[in-house]
C-alpha cells in the first residue's frame, strides 16, 4: 500500500473521529448534565464541541465541501484509488461515514443538530476559563 493511501486512511479515521466527537459529545453533554458530571462543564470542552459544529453548519450553509473529504480524495487520487474499495478501514470507515442523499437534507439535519448544542450550551452552561466563579 502506498504511503499516499495511508495517509488517506488516516484522514479519514481522523474525519470519523471529528463526527463522534461533535455527535457524541451532545450525548455526553446531556447524560452528564442529568447524572452531574461535573466534567461535561469544562469551558475547554464545550468551546471546542461548539466550534465543531459550527464549522460543519458554516460549510453546509456556504455550500462547501468538507476540507478532510477534499484532502483523503486528493490523497486517494495519488495513490491511484478511487471511490472506497481499498483498505479495510477505508471501505468500513467510509461506510459509515459517508452516505448519500441531496445536500439540502445535511444542512437541515446539520442546523438542527447545532440548534441541540445550543440549546445544551444554554440548558447545561460550561465553565468557561476566563471567567472566575
Request: proline share 5%; hydrophobic share 60%.
Amino acid at each position: 500500500m502506498s504511503h499516499y493511501a495511508l495517509l488517506a486512511d488516516a484522514v479519514l479515521l481522523l474525519h470519523f473521529s471529528f463526527v463522534v466527537f461533535v455527535v457524541i459529545g451532545l450525548v455526553l453533554i446531556v447524560t452528564g448534565a442529568a447524572v452531574r458530571w461535573q466534567w461535561i462543564r469544562n469551558g475547554w470542552f464545550r468551546l471546542a464541541h461548539l466550534g465543531a459544529i459550527g464549522v460543519v453548519v458554516a460549510q453546509a450553509w456556504l455550500g462547501q465541501i468538507c476540507p478532510l473529504t477534499i484532502l483523503e480524495m486528493w490523497l486517494r487520487k495519488q495513490a491511484g484509488q478511487t471511490g472506497y474499495e481499498g483498505s479495510f478501514i477505508q471501505h468500513w470507515v467510509g461506510e459509515l461515514l459517508y452516505y448519500t442523499a441531496p445536500p439540502w437534507v445535511f444542512l437541515v439535519l446539520y442546523t438542527l443538530f447545532a440548534l441541540l448544542v445550543v440549546a445544551a450550551w444554554w440548558a447545561f452552561p460550561p465553565r468557561l476559563p476566563w471567567k472566575h466563579h
